[in-house]
């Protein structure tokens, strides 16, 4: 399979295909389990961390690469984790790998190993950090902001038994929030733009609008 590649403000994580995401198995310096709706809108500063990313020029590269596909409504977050070390050139405790993970109750199922009803735990890109000085940064490693509680998306996903659940199969190019009307008719009369979809906008996404053409005629119409 062909892909492009490209350096961008953001990341996906190593992805270890494995056949079951049945487990919330997390190793790791740190763990928060409380349950949670969305700890994310009283952050004072979003943090985007650049990376590597590969990305797909086109939906069928992104349907196999994923070993699931479902539409799902999203809920509550249940956690996040964070490693972190000493830096000696800050002289200080800082972040070096974190994400955050989100319940979701599927409602289709197109690819996978799960069933209309499953719940399935999502591996989100970002994580919040409080810095010394009092600072909640939400640390972001995707281009995807955290999805919005009980709004149902089209997933692309990639299970990682060892994160204990599903990351996105290619960022960016894996969620998809189930158009309302507005975005109906712009993708309908071919209008759709990259600040109508749920992604960051702080970068110009590659793929993003022809991919999405081709979601809304398979899946959406």
Known sequence: MRMNK?????????LLILPSCNTMEMAGSSAIGE???????DVDEIVH?????????????VEEASDTIVEAVAKG????????????????????????MREAKVTKVYKGDVNVGDTLILL???YVWETDEGKRQLISRSA?????????YLLFLACHDQHGGYWPA???????????????EKAEAN????????????????????IYREVYEKYFR
Do not use: C
């Open 124 to 126: 989100e890109g970002h």
């Open 77 to 100: 977050v249940i956690g996040q984790h964070v490693n972190s070390g000493y830096n000696a050139q800050f002289g200080k405790v800082i972040p070096d790998f974190g994400y955050s």
């Open 35 to 41: 349950t949670v709706s969305d700890p994310f809108g």
């Open 191 to 210: 209008t759709v733009e990259q600040s109508d979809l749920d992604v960051y906008q702080h970068e110009s996404w590659p793929y993003l609008i022809p």
């Open 6 to 14: 490209a350096v961008l403000r953001l990341m996906i994580p190593f």
């Open 144 to 152: 995807l902001p955290p999805a919005k509680t009980d709004r149902t």
């Open 170 to 184: 290619a960022d960016w190019q894996s969620r998809f929030a189930v158009p309302d009307r507005a975005i109906r």
């Open 49 to 61: 961390i650049p990376f590597d990313l590969r990305f797909h020029s086109n939906l069928r590269q």
